[in-house]
């Protein structure tokens, strides 16, 4: 089944406490991003990738990191995670990228707490 | 600057009415994607349509429709003869042609249906 997957889906944790979040893909997809979602603000892009060693800041980058080292696997790093960092992180995925924009397919979401 | 705002924040009605949800947009560009999700209650983002900014075809898909009016620059969504299971945060989205892809998000409208 083509899919992205995000583990873990849920995570609770303090302050300084680095994590990553997982992204993978199983569509041969290029194109590959992360949102956070907070209420009244609609889903924010942090990081985007075009392709394998190709990354960007999206609008909201402050406080992550990401690497793109296969096509299939994104994952958004926490070095040191703040209370404000708590929210619904989406990742994404698409066909391709640069030549034209695709559909984006959403992954099942992380809901993250930082105390 | 890309914007996308949904002006209603939460729409109630009942079983079987027809229901819109507006989506005004603001771009520079001359070409773009506009698209459509829906947010179910278990949280997962569910692609239902990607409309290019040179077609400006209604598009109907069952009991979704889409009207897309460059003129005014809106999107808007309408469902015929809503069901329960059409409860969900709907969120309209915004992408350049190509390039960063980056979806700019409105911020969301909650539809209830209720029975």
């Known amino acids: 089944e083509a899919q992205v997957t995000q583990n873990p889906r849920y995570l609770i944790t303090v302050t300084g406490k680095k994590l990553t979040v997982t992204c993978s893909q199983n569509m041969n997809h290029e194109y590959m991003s992360w949102y956070r979602q907070d209420p009244g603000l609609g889903l924010r892009q942090i990081y985007y990738s075009m392709n394998v060693e190709v990354t960007d800041k999206g609008d909201v980058p402050e406080g992550y990191k990401v690497s793109r080292k296969e096509k299939r696997n994104f994952p958004l790093i926490l070095e040191s995670p703040s209370p404000n960092q708590t929210s619904l992180y989406f990742c994404?995925?698409?066909?391709?990228?640069?030549?034209?924009?695709?559909?984006?397919?959403f992954g099942p979401g992380t809901r993250l707490t930082v105390l | 600057a890309q914007k996308v705002t949904q002006a209603q924040t939460e729409i109630s009605v009942v079983e079987k009415e027809d229901v819109t949800l507006d989506c005004v947009y603001e771009t520079r560009d001359t070409t773009y994607y506009l698209f459509w999700y829906k947010q179910p209650p278990s949280g997962e983002l569910v692609f239902l349509i990607r409309r290019n900014s040179f077609d400006e075809q209604n598009e109907i898909s069952g009991r979704y429709s889409w009207n897309f009016q460059k003129s005014t620059s809106s999107f808007n969504f309408t469902i015929t003869a809503s069901q329960v299971v059409d409860s969900a945060v709907y969120f309209c989205a915004l992408s350049s042609w190509q390039g960063a892809q980056k979806l700019v998000f409105g911020q969301g409208t909650r539809l209830t249906i209720n029975p």
């Open positions: 994404a995925s698409s066909l391709s990228s640069g030549r034209r924009t695709d559909t984006q397919y």
